[in-house]
Each structure stands twice: as C-alpha cells, then as structure tokens.
C-alpha cells in the first residue's frame, strides 16, 4: 500500500499515533468516546485482569485508547477485512501495544466457538447503515457502515461475554429500539448515555451498556453535548476527548 495513501494522525494529545485511510472510513468521536466510556468503568473496576473484545476493531482505534490507559487487560481485535488488518498490526507496533492486543481475523457473524463465553467486556461500534441507504463511493468506507444482519451482529457479540460480563455499544439513537430489542432475551440492567450535537439538536448518537444476565432496572443516564451555543465543542466533551476516559459511574 502506499503512503500517500495514508495518514498518521495522533490522539490522547499525541499519547497514541494512528495510520488511517486518506479516504474512506476514518475514525471520529464514536471510537473515541466509547473507548472512554469502557475506560471510566475499567478503572472502578475491582478485577485484576480483564479480557475485552472489540468487535469489528477497524484499524484498532479503540483497542488502541483501552490499551494505553490499562496494564493488566488483554485485548483481543477482532476484524474481518485484509486492508483494516494490515492498517491495525501497523499501529499496533508503532504504539507497542504487542503484549496487550491480540489481532484475530474474524467473522461476528460465523464466531469461533473458542471465543463464546470467554470475555469479560466487548465493545462495538457496528455498522449503522441499512441496505436501502445511499452507498458511498468507497467500497472500504461501505464495508465499514453498512449493516448486513444487525440483530447477528448483537446476538454473537453477546455469545462472546462470559456471565454477568458487560456489552458497550455505540449506536444511532434510531436503533435503540431495536437493539434493546435483540440484547432483551440474553442481557439486562440497561444504562442509556444520550449523545447530542448541541443543546438545540435531538439526541443522534447513544453508547447502550448492558450485562449478560442482568436485571437491574434500565438507567437513563445524563447524557453530554458536544458542542455549545458557540458551535464550539464543549469543555467536557474535549476532556474525554483529550484523556480517553469518561468516570461516568
């Protein structure tokens, strides 16, 4: 692949270097917020040692952000396409993340059974366009958005936690329903943390957090604006942004 091709961009203020498609699918706010939200719970977290998954893990954005700010956590990224691959195992090196990410190629929708049950949490940051949207241009950027089975892609990633292990999503406020839908029969204790663009603007964006057996009654959680009436990003949404971590218990 060539460079030109490519950038290297830096996040965490510099702490974590990232190559990344020139076009198509880049990463944004998803991964970095939803790896901050994993990294809020993590450090209330008790457990010595903690096995995650990400799920459709890209070019290792998010595996890169729990890694960096945890010792003792084993990271298996699990992704299905050769170029994100190639692109992952490289950021991985340049960040030294070796001993702590385990890339796998692999398909959520045909898992291995080695893998069920085996997780104490797993991040997704699923594909969130419907067939019947407007493709793009780019087959790399379509492979990254574009749903084949939704309710496949929750289902298996559920079949990865062990018992009372936890799920985080970040998905399009659309798909609540359904993906509360598909998690009902598996998981429970729902917290829900609306996203929204400004104080105007309905929620677009959510991060779900469930537990596999769980039954507490569903949170609705405060939420956070990304930018302010100044269309400037917001203080606090620069802050999980520049420290990859998001104390929201």
């Known amino acids: 692949m060539f460079t030109k091709n490519f950038t290297v961009d830096k996040i965490l203020k510099g702490k974590i270097q990232i190559k990344q498609l020139k076009k198509g699918f880049r990463y944004g706010f998803d991964a970095v917020f939803l790896a901050a939200f994993v990294n809020g719970y ?6 010595k040692k903690i096995s995650l998954a990400d799920v459709g893990s890209g070019v290792g954005t998010i595996s890169l952000i729990i890694a960096y700010l945890n010792d003792k956590i084993k990271i298996t ?3 299905n396409n050769d170029i994100y691959l190639e692109i992952a195992n490289e950021n991985i090196l340049r960040n030294n993340f070796q001993k702590k990410i385990n890339l796998m190629q692999g398909d959520i929708f045909n898992i291995d059974n080695d893998l069920m049950n085996r997780f104490d949490i797993v991040v997704t940051n699923p594909p969130f366009y419907d067939q019947q949207q407007k493709k793009s241009e780019n087959e790399l950027d379509n492979y990254a958005k574009r749903i084949i089975n939704y309710e496949s892609w929750i289902e298996n990633s559920v ?8 799920i985080f999503l970040i998905i399009p406020t659309q798909l609540l329903e359904k993906s ?7 998981t429970g204790s729902f917290k829900i943390f ?3 663009p400004n104080q105007k603007k309905s929620s677009k964006r959510l991060i779900l957090i469930a537990k596999k057996g769980g ?4 949170e609705l959680m405060f939420g956070v604006r990304l930018l ?7 203080k606090k949404a620069r ?11």
Request: charged share 25%; glycine share 8%.
């Open 42 to 47: 993590l450090k209330k977290l008790k457990k």
């Open 77 to 79: 990224a699990i992704e």
């Open 159 to 166: 079949k990865l936690l062990k018992d009372k292990g936890i």
């Open 180 to 186: 509360l839908k598909f998690l009902g029969t598996k």
């Open 194 to 196: 609306p996203i929204w």
């Open 215 to 218: 039954a507490s009654p569903t």
């Open 228 to 234: 302010n009436n100044k269309g400037k990003v917001t």
């Open 239 to 249: 802050t999980f942004s520049n420290n990859g971590i998001f104390n929201f218990l």
